[in-house]
């Protein structure tokens, strides 16, 4: 076909393009994560001349999730915190009434991490803590967060001021550094028990010989055991004293030994008196009747006595059972002393230190 002269030829060239898809991130036939990080952000300390704060990002939630029986913290918040400290050893090793041993267990926590401890005596429904002279008090205070050692290490603490007969519930949180504080540990028991005493004597009454010439005059062979069991963490004190001195129906004396309880003497002359086999008896130097002796002191009629056996020495781990002490009496007369049946009353207290 033959165009006219006028008209203008066009050509047009298409050209077919291919176009490829870019990923910016992992995919999958059907998936793409187009905005991803791995681990997470953080910052440490950021701090002000006023302020400080510790701040993570991109974390998982700090809430834990717990179970009746399990407890998971995810979250890299949880990463600060202290390990919670496994429920501690608490017993009543010296059967007190007043006081319960604590020792802890770290749980693997750092030496220089602190422990604070709650305590109940009515199953949690009312909560009080350990203070720092271990004792139950309402608040817990920053002076109240211990060291292991603060705590007693392996030898523990006791909690005082409790009340008798009564069980008791403890746990224990830790913390290490700012904004580290545990959950509290699983709890353990123990109860108080009541007072006790018990005392006893070998005997109501004691016989001497007959004095003669045949035994000079004399008869110091004759002894009462006095024997004391009580859980008085400060121990006792037995005192001893007399009603009068050895009379006989008409009213003849013999007159009591002249030395005092405070400075007993070897016995030189006549009279009544005792003796201790007490090596650490209080009232004066603690050896007086045994060392050197036996010495002797005459009784006193003042109330309630003179000290003739103790123990003074605070009982913690171990009540006291059974303790027994000596007193031993000499009577030394005269052929010139009226003959007759000379009696007298001796006493004997016991007096516990709760």
Same mark, same amino acid.
Request: hydrophobic share 35%; glycine share 18%; aromatic share 14%.
């Given at each position: 076909m033959r165009l006219p002269a006028a008209a203008t030829a066009l050509f047009v060239s298409l050209t077919l393009m291919s176009v490829t898809r870019v990923f910016a991130g992992p995919v999958s036939p059907n998936y793409e994560l187009k905005s991803y990080?791995?681990?997470?952000?953080?910052?440490? @300390?950021?701090?002000?001349?006023?302020?400080?704060m510790l701040g993570i990002i991109g974390e998982q939630s700090g809430d834990p999730a717990t179970s009746a029986t399990y407890g998971a913290n995810p979250g890299l918040v949880f990463t600060k915190q202290a390990n919670v400290p496994p429920a501690p050893t608490f017993t009543n090793p010296g059967s007190t009434y007043n006081r319960l041993k604590l020792i802890l267990n770290t749980g693997g926590n750092p030496t220089d991490a602190e422990y604070a401890v709650a305590i109940s005596d009515d199953n949690w429904a009312t909560t009080r803590y350990v203070q720092s002279d271990f004792t139950p008090g309402t608040a817990l205070g920053d002076e109240d967060w211990l060291s292991y050692t603060g705590w007693g290490g392996l030898g523990g603490k006791y909690i005082t001021s409790l009340t008798a007969a009564t069980g008791y519930q403890v746990m224990v949180k830790a913390r290490h550094g700012q904004f580290s504080e545990s959950a509290w540990g699983p709890e353990a028991s123990a109860a108080t028990v009541s007072p006790t005493l018990t005392f006893a004597l070998s005997g109501d009454s004691i016989t001497f010989d007959e004095l003669t010439g045949a035994n000079a005059w004399t008869d110091s062979a004759k002894s009462t055991t006095l024997t004391t069991s009580t859980n008085a963490y400060n121990g006792y004190t037995v005192y001893g004293r007399e009603t009068g001195t050895l009379t006989d129906s008409y009213g003849n004396h013999i007159s009591d030994f002249g030395s005092p309880n405070s400075a007993p003497s070897v016995?030189?002359?006549? /009279?009544? /008196?005792?003796? +201790?086999?007490?090596?650490?008896? !209080? /009232?004066? +130097?603690? @050896?007086?009747?045994? !060392?050197?002796?036996?010495?002797?002191?005459?009784? +006193? *009629?003042?109330?309630? /006595? @003179?000290? *003739?056996?103790d123990h003074t020495v605070p009982v913690a781990d171990t009540p006291i059972t059974n303790e027994q002490f000596t007193v031993s009496y000499r009577v030394t007369a005269d052929?010139?002393?009226?003959?007759?049946?000379? +009696?007298?009353?001796?006493?004997?207290? *016991? *007096?516990?230190?709760?």
């Open positions: 990080g791995f681990g997470a952000g953080g910052v440490i @300390d950021a701090t002000s001349s006023a302020y400080g016995w030189a002359g006549m /009279g009544f /008196g005792y003796t +201790t086999n007490d090596s650490a008896l !209080s /009232g004066g +130097t603690a @050896d007086r009747f045994t !060392s050197g002796g036996p010495k002797y002191a005459g009784f +006193t *009629v003042a109330v309630p /006595g @003179d000290p *003739v056996a052929a010139d002393t009226s003959a007759g049946k000379y +009696t007298n009353t001796i006493i004997y207290i *016991v *007096v516990p230190e709760y």
